[in-house]
């Protein structure tokens, strides 16, 4: 059984995760906002006593990442999964609404960083994890405009979790980030192309393979190495 972490479990690709890794056997530590109001998730730990526990945080706010990471006290942690994140869409190049790029990168970077700080201690006693969920919008590759500031964000977590894969190495932690499709979710739309439940699956295979030896990698939900 493995000690997992999911940062942003109340819905779509999130509650998907904690269903996949409740299913296997495994206790997650499902943190979200308000877990008081969380509904599905609320209900799958009612229905699984024993194998989720319940947590706040809000990745726009530091002082509820340093709180969820001390209620986890000293537990080893196998795997930390940042999901959190916002979109915001800019009307064009015009658009000044820069409350758009403070917000993005507040949930988006600082916020999966902060939560990997937080948990460096319990990461290093079970010589885990972190899988970062970013997007195909955060590579040089995708040769599409917009997307300002969320595009912006995903490209800068994708290099500060490149940064810590390196410095993270030599303490046996592996970190990496995924492209997790174009899901259907809140965020995604009713255009997408797969479900919350794909997704968390490809996902979960994605961390399982995981090692040191390819820490610092981007990858698709379906396993194929992303060009950054």
């Not at 964000?153 to 995924?178: C, F, H, Q, T, Y």
Request: hydrophobic share 45%; glycine share 12%; net charge negative.
């Amino acid at each position: 059984m493995a000690n997992v972490v999911i940062a942003g479990a109340s819905r779509g690709i999130g509650l998907a995760l904690v269903e996949a890794y409740v299913e296997a056997g495994d206790h997650v530590f499902a943190l979200c906002r308000d877990p008081a109001a969380s509904g599905r998730l609320s209900d799958l730990a009612g229905s699984n006593p024993g194998a989720i526990t319940l947590g706040q945080v809000d990745f726009a706010d530091g002082g509820s990442i340093d709180r969820a990471g001390e209620a986890i006290g000293d537990t080893p942690v196998d795997l930390l999964i940042n999901v959190a994140g916002v979109i915001r869409m800019e009307s064009g190049p015009e658009d000044r609404n820069f409350d758009n790029w403070r917000e993005s990168f507040e949930v988006m970077v600082v916020g999966p960083f902060h939560m990997t700080q937080a948990l460096l201690p319990n990461l290093e006693r079970a010589k885990g994890k972190v899988l970062t969920i970013s997007s195909q919008v955060g590579a040089s590759t995708w040769g599409i405009g917009g997307f300002y500031s969320y595009g912006a964000a995903k490209a800068a977590i994708n290099r500060a979790m490149k940064s810590l894969a390196v410095d993270l190495e030599p303490r046996g932690i592996a970190v990496a980030v995924v492209h997790p499709g174009y899901v259907l979710t809140d965020m995604g739309g009713p255009d997408a192309e797969i479900t919350p439940q794909e997704s968390a699956s490809g996902i979960r295979d994605v961390a399982s393979r995981l090692t040191v030896k390819d820490t610092g990698s981007f990858w698709k939900w379906n396993g194929e190495p992303h060009p950054w």
